[in-house]
Nanobody, 126 residues
Framework: QVQLVESGGGLVQAGGSLRLSCAAPGRTFSSFARGWFRQAPGKEREFVAA????????YYADSVKGRFTISRDNAKNTVHLQMNSLKSEDTAVYYC???????????????????WGQGTQVTVSS
């Protein structure tokens, strides 16, 4: 059963922008932290950004800080990732994920997330 569904990926030129969305049809994730990860060909899946369930605290990988913004709309059960100033090294499959609420801040470890989407391809041409 599909828990999370990503959309918004595509092909964009370097310097451009894309907005990814992650919906959760049929399930409420309002008490879960939500995150975005990405995986480039031949590389391991890596953390991109996350947002807490409670106060919308955010945490970003250094490689995207200042360029990407994560946000959530609990009423719509949706999370977004606004990606600006895209670079060729941002090319990857992007996955959204959900982690049960835990004390200690915003989760950034892949094994902290229990639910995953199928991924959406982002390709940045130079």
């Amino acid at each position: 059963q599909v828990q999370l569904v990503e959309s918004g990926g595509g092909l964009v030129q370097a310097g451009g922008s894309l907005r990814l969305s992650c919906a959760a049809p049929g399930r409420t994730f309002s008490s879960f932290a939500r995150g975005w990860f990405r995986q480039a060909p031949g590389k391991e899946r890596e953390f991109v950004a996350a947002i807490s369930w409670s106060d919308s605290s955010t945490y970003y990988a250094d490689s995207v800080k200042g360029r990407f913004t994560i946000s959530r709309d609990n009423a719509k059960n949706t999370v977004h990732l606004q990606m600006n100033s895209l670079k060729s090294e941002d090319t990857a499959v992007y996955y959204c994920a959900a982690a049960p609420a835990m004390p200690g801040g915003v989760p950034s470890g892949i094994y902290e997330y229990d639910f995953w989407g199928q991924g959406t391809q982002v390709t940045v041409s130079s």
